[in-house]
């Protein structure tokens, strides 16, 4: 079939978002359909792939250096979208491509699925400090998710916590729960060892790693605080954080301020390599997001036998299977004293790690995108029929 994956963002930005329509682009064409994806035009940034479809685009508001597609205002230079023969349109955001999607998927006939990715309503929060702006923003941005939604044929949620908000919202059309999964082909080639020594982190040093945007959603502080709280029992402990973002002169004050400054290595964005080598080179991954859709940057470290820790709120618990099971790892109350104590138990305890470990990998092969995809592309085919079948009817 010939698969439409429109979105407001993709590379070279890299968030949670992007990693899904890249991952379902690749299983998709592994299975013999044909993707096109859609995405906002970044200055000065050529595509490899020759199925990515630019919009002209402006920079957003927030979060900064992202891009914000000019649809449904401008149209697309020199495409024919007819031309493309769809089957199906599969949005990546409610707005404003989701409502320029909606229609082109009217006009041609053909079903149009959304899914929802992020908690918009917490963005406007985090990032808007007005507070008399933010509440009636917040309050616009779910009458809009839902009002974009309901036109939709079926709405697609990373987690059932996401579900239940755009029920919240009033969202009545059908919605499914899916998981991204994880691409395990990304990490055959891998150096633990070479990541240590190109980073000065000692052999002997207990690593955590926590790799995200360093938005202020993201609550990369709450691991900063954690850490005299952890180097107390694990003096040897070393904190890498990989990722850029707004915060991130904010997290280097907290660390002075807290005499943790040394005992932290901020690297920003890493090539694909170190990466890699980073979920290797690692004893433990932290986590401490309350916005996390997914959480896949916890089953990309479990595939390497890392257990994780990580605050229990959203996507995050489903990825572990919830406080009861806990899988590959801990999960956490919001609060530091509980996080470093969880930390520690799993740093001291050798034959606790080692079970968690094995706990993680088995649950990242669960969880991987060539399953997740399978079952969308089942979601496609029955929708696709459905459509017809009505079609045939009226």
């Not at 691409?183 to 982190?201: A, E, S, V």
């Not at 257990?307 to 919830?322: I, N, Q, Y």
């Not at 996080?339 to 740093?347: P, R, Y």
Request: proline share 6%.
């Amino acid at each position: 079939m010939n698969i439409a994956l429109p979105g407001d963002d993709y590379l070279p930005s890299v968030d949670g978002a992007v990693t899904s329509i890249m991952s379902y682009a690749k299983e998709f064409r592994k299975l013999g359909h044909k993707v096109y994806i859609i995405a906002p035009k970044y200055p000065n940034y050529k595509d490899d792939d020759p199925d990515v479809i630019r919009t002209w685009s402006i920079p957003a508001p927030f979060p900064p250096k992202y891009r914000l597609s000019l649809l449904p205002w401008v149209n697309y230079p020199k495409v024919n979208i007819k031309e493309l023969n769809l089957d199906i349109i599969h949005c990546q955001s409610p707005f404003p491509v989701g409502w320029y999607w909606i229609r082109v998927g009217r006009k041609l006939g053909i079903p149009v699925v959304n899914t929802y990715h992020t908690l918009y309503p917490t963005y406007i929060n985090t990032y808007i400090n007005v507070k008399f702006l933010a509440k009636p923003l917040s309050s616009m941005t779910k009458w809009f998710s839902q009002y974009i939604y309901n036109k939709c044929d079926l709405v697609i949620s990373p987690s059932p916590q996401m579900k239940d908000a755009l029920i919240e919202y009033g969202v009545k059309k059908p919605i499914e729960v899916m998981p991204t999964g994880i691409d395990l082909d990304k990490f055959k080639n891998f150096n633990g060892d070479d990541f240590r020594r190109k980073y000065n982190i000692g052999k002997d040093e207990k690593m955590l790693l926590v790799m995200c945007r360093l938005g202020r959603e993201k609550n990369v502080n709450f691991i900063i605080e954690a850490l005299p709280l952890i180097l107390k029992e694990i003096p040897n402990t070393r904190l890498v954080i990989s990722g850029e973002g707004v915060a991130k002169p904010e997290l280097i004050d907290l660390a002075k301020k807290l005499g943790v400054y040394n005992k932290i290595v901020f690297l920003g964005f890493l090539n694909h390599q170190d990466w890699v080598n980073a979920y290797a080179a690692e004893d433990l991954f932290v986590f401490a997001s309350l916005t996390e859709t997914q959480g896949l940057v916890l089953l990309e470290a479990m595939s390497f036998y890392k257990p994780v820790v990580a605050v229990g709120e959203m996507g995050v618990v489903d990825v572990m299977e919830g406080f009861e099971k806990q899988r590959g790892g801990f999960l956490t109350k919001n609060d530091i004293n509980d996080f470093a104590e969880k930390v520690i138990k799993l740093l001291k305890d050798k034959n606790l790690y080692e079970a968690k470990a094995k706990d993680a990998r088995e649950r990242a092969l669960e969880m991987s995108s060539e399953n997740m995809a399978k079952k969308m592309i089942s979601i496609y085919e029955r929708l696709i029929k459905e459509s017809k079948e009505s079609k045939k009817s009226k």
